[in-house]
């Protein structure tokens, strides 16, 4: 048995001798940049989104919203229309995460936020008033460059 784990301590110790990685003459590949998400995939999941969210198909609507997510979909309604869907499946921390989103991206309409019936339990969650608050931000915000159009 020692003898066996003699060979094996030599060969360990030979393999560790013979592998060569920090070879200057020998460099290792460059690691491949991950590919960046597709905006246009995600603009086109973003529209097909709202068809359906349009059409009432409200849990396919947000499965698309999801993906497009995933691929870089940053439209502050759309995430805003992904939180009322998942607030009206039931799924209050979902819905959070959505309108979270949907206020970081520059939501900027209270009135809708706050008179939504969909969003009548999630009014109760703990993040409610922190997303309300970036919400009259964003709006206080978009407030001068409305009056200076007129």
């Not at 849990?59 to 759309?78: I, T, V």
């Not at 979902?94 to 900027?108: K, N, P, Q, T, Y």
């Amino acid at each position: 048995m020692r003898r066996l784990l003699a060979v094996l301590a030599v060969l360990q110790l030979a393999a560790c001798a013979t592998t060569h990685t920090n070879d200057p003459q020998n460099p290792p590949p460059p690691v491949p940049r991950p590919n960046p998400p597709d905006a246009s995939e995600a603009r086109r999941l973003g529209i097909e989104a709202d068809k359906l969210l349009e059409d009432g198909r409200y849990e396919d609507a947000l499965f698309l919203y999801r993906r497009a997510w995933n691929d870089g979909f940053r439209h502050p309604d759309g995430l805003y229309y992904a939180g009322v869907i998942a607030a009206r499946a039931g799924s209050l921390d979902e819905c959070v995460i959505w309108l979270e989103r949907a206020a970081d991206e520059g939501f900027s309409a209270t009135q809708s936020l706050t008179t939504e019936p969909s969003l009548e339990a999630v009014r109760t969650h703990a993040s409610w008033s922190r997303i309300a608050e970036k919400v009259a931000a964003n709006a206080r915000k978009d407030a001068p460059a409305a009056t200076t159009q007129n």
